[in-house]
Nanobody, 121 residues
Framework: QLQASGGGLVQTGGSLRLSCTAS????????MGWYRQAPGKQRELVAS???????EYADSVKGRFTISRDNDQKTVHLLMNSLKPEDTAVYYC?????????????????WGQGTLVTVSS
């Protein structure tokens, strides 16, 4: 249902843009989230965007990351600037059919397969 792409290796201070394309018939009604999981750590919310455009960010990425959505393309993007080594993780996109911008992982009905982001120091 969800296909994430755009991960890779980047140096500290660099940028990447992740994309998540959905095969959901009513994509515009979904809330979408980006999560990440670093080795040995729990999965954490990075950013979420509701059906109405409401956005939430984790404090650790505010001012550096931007989430956006393109309902016509059924895609959500995560633009990551000023990357740090601590941003290294597998990034997952998720979809909430209730349309919320939420950090509650159990709210999400669908998850993508993950894309690896590695930031070298």
């Amino acid at each position: 249902q969800l296909q994430a792409s755009g991960g890779g290796l980047v140096q500290t201070g660099g940028s990447l843009r992740l994309s998540c394309t959905a095969s959901l018939s009513t994509f515009s009604n979904y809330g979408m989230g980006w999560y990440r999981q670093a080795p040995g750590k729990q999965r954490e919310l990075v950013a979420s965007i509701g059906f109405n455009g409401r956005i939430e960010y984790a404090d650790s990425v505010k001012g550096r990351f931007t989430i956006s959505r393109d309902n016509d393309q059924k895609t959500v993007h995560l633009l990551m600037n000023s990357l740090k080594p601590e941003d290294t993780a597998v990034y997952y996109c998720a979809a909430d059919r209730r349309g919320r911008a939420t950090g509650w992982s159990k709210a999400y009905d669908y998850w993508g397969q993950g894309t690896l982001v590695t930031v070298s120091s």
